[in-house]
């Protein structure tokens, strides 16, 4: 009877102690660590370095926000009612969401304007999209775009070019740069001639990055 | 029989018995009354419970299609609420945190010149909707209080209504919101939807984010 009574505790323990472990295991496998950022104007050149608004993910919270009215960056870009919203949940990793929104956009004295500007990067474990983004009465050096294709680029004579809905797939997750651009000048030979151009300064309005990895 | 074997049956007779008291349907976990039928969200439990993330709607219509751009028919949000299963002296589900970041982009609900802003001030109850079949995940009624950022005006009582009905987010998660009582400049504001445009009357199907529900936290 005794042995009969230490068999019966063996094939108890062997039933539900995997089942313990499997679930525990499976949770620590599955438990990931979102990111989560956006912003409404980035400039970066030798000369200005600005980011306004913006939002981070911080360890411990689950949403970040911030907003600004009205956003001035030099004589290089204007933009109105920005908002930058990020959400996560670094408990569990199970996803992150970012968004930021602006109104009326000027970049470089009207070069490029458009009058509504959203990004948004959603990341799972399983999925990473920029569904939700949308650019609207976009105008690029005179000529209207509307709804541009992802990483659609256009060149801006004297000026470098941009990349409209630019989405940069990323480690567990997407970025995206709703309008990015890249500020060049020629690089000329002894003669004057140009024999290539250089980064100067990036300019970005509209970015939201998320992933869980 | 041995001791342990009778240990072991009662202890999983017993075991059988707290689950399923857990999973009972408690009529009592009611929010406070607002006023207004919860149409689809008619019944709820108290329990654990966290829904996470953000999202775009592109209301009205509300549907999975996003509206053209230019219209600025769209509203975007931040949100997630805590809840322990606990109810207050009241018979209140209440929540443990909660937060919720609203942006209404359409012309018409411009507030002093810009899109009106929501911004929860407390998230009070939150309780687990159980007949929302279609919000497969999870599906969620919370509220609380709030304050306009255009105007300063606060203590405005919402309602929420949060379903997740898988991945992606996209063209099947749903959300809406209620505000109780009057907006200043505005008067009475919702965002909520009929039931052939989302997975579960009222919400409005997210264009763009996600809603991640959790059962426990």
């Known amino acids: ?213 | 029989m041995s001791p342990l074997r009778s240990l072991a049956g009662v202890t999983a007779i017993g075991a059988i018995a707290l689950i399923a008291a857990s999973c009972e349907a408690n009529r009592q976990a009611l929010a406070p009354t607002m006023g207004a039928p919860r149409f689809h969200f008619f019944e709820f439990q108290c329990q654990p419970l966290k829904m996470t993330g953000g999202g775009r709607i592109d209301y009205p219509p509300g549907t999975a299609d996003k509206n053209p751009p230019a219209s600025h028919e769209y509203e975007t949000f931040g949100a997630h609420v805590m809840a322990s299963g606990q109810f207050d002296q009241n018979g209140v589900c209440v929540a443990d945190k909660g937060a919720l970041e609203w942006v209404d982009h359409r012309p018409e609900m411009r507030v002093n010149g810009s899109p009106l802003n929501l911004h929860a001030t407390s998230v009070t109850f939150a309780e687990l909707a159980v007949d929302a079949p279609h919000c497969t995940d999870g599906a969620v009624h919370w509220g609380g209080t709030l304050r306009v950022q255009n105007t300063g005006q606060e203590n405005l009582h919402f309602e929420v209504f949060d379903c997740d009905a898988g991945e992606p987010g996209v063209g099947q998660d749903g959300f809406a919101i209620r505000v109780i009582e009057p907006i200043d400049g505005i008067g009475h504001y919702e965002v909520t939807c009929e039931p052939d445009v989302s997975p579960a009357e009222p919400t409005c199907t997210l264009t763009g984010g996600n809603r991640q529900f959790h059962p426990t936290h």
């Open chain 1, 1 to 213: 009877m005794k042995n009969e009574s230490i068999r019966a505790a063996i094939r108890f323990a062997g039933l539900v102690l995997p089942l313990t472990w499997t679930s525990g295991s499976l949770a620590a496998q599955m438990r990931a660590t979102p990111q989560a950022s956006a912003y409404g104007v980035s400039v970066s050149t030798a000369t200005v370095n600005q980011t306004s608004p913006a939002a981070v993910l911080p360890a411990g919270e689950m949403m970040a926000t911030d907003q600004a009215n009205d956003v001035t960056v030099a004589d290089l870009v204007t933009a109105q009612n920005a908002f930058a919203i990020v959400n996560g949940d670094l408990s569990d990793g199970s996803g992150a969401v970012s968004t930021a929104t602006l109104g009326a956009v000027n970049i470089l004295n009207g070069l490029i304007t458009a009058d509504g500007v959203v990004a948004m990067a959603s990341s799972t474990v399983e999925n990473a999209n920029a569904e939700g983004s949308s650019l609207a009465s976009l105008v690029v050096n005179g000529v209207a775009l509307d709804d541009p294709a992802p990483n659609t680029r256009v060149d801006l004579p004297g000026t470098g070019y941009v990349v409209l809905n630019e989405q940069i797939p990323t480690s567990g997750g997407i970025t995206v740069n709703m309008i990015h651009v890249v500020l060049q000048q020629p690089v000329l030979d002894l003669l004057g001639g140009v024999i290539g151009y250089q980064t100067i300064g990036n300019i970005i309005v509209g970015s939201a990055t998320s992933s869980v990895y």
